[in-house]
């Protein structure tokens, strides 16, 4: 089983959700909260952020949960 986390659990902040979370093994994220507000209404530059860094450390974006 290939566990995950929604990355807001830890932090709205991607880049430290993602490092805390690949600290303890965890790589496959689901984005629902950033620093500028709920997910995809958030801040376009937010987002390409979050796809590069995710590219970057190679871990995976699982969904997006805009809440509709």
């Known amino acids: 089983m290939k566990l995950g986390i929604v990355s807001d659990e ?3 902040d991607f880049s430290a959700a993602m490092r805390g979370a690949v ?3 965890l790589r496959r994220f689901e984005v629902r909260f950033l620093k500028s507000g709920r997910a995809p ?3 376009a530059s937010e987002l390409r952020e979050v796809e590069r860094l995710a590219r970057e450390e190679g871990v995976e974006i699982t969904g997006l ?3 509709l």
């Open 10 to 12: 830890i932090s709205r």
């Open 23 to 25: 600290s303890i093994g």
């Open 41 to 43: 209404m958030c801040d």
């Open 65 to 67: 949960a805009p809440g």
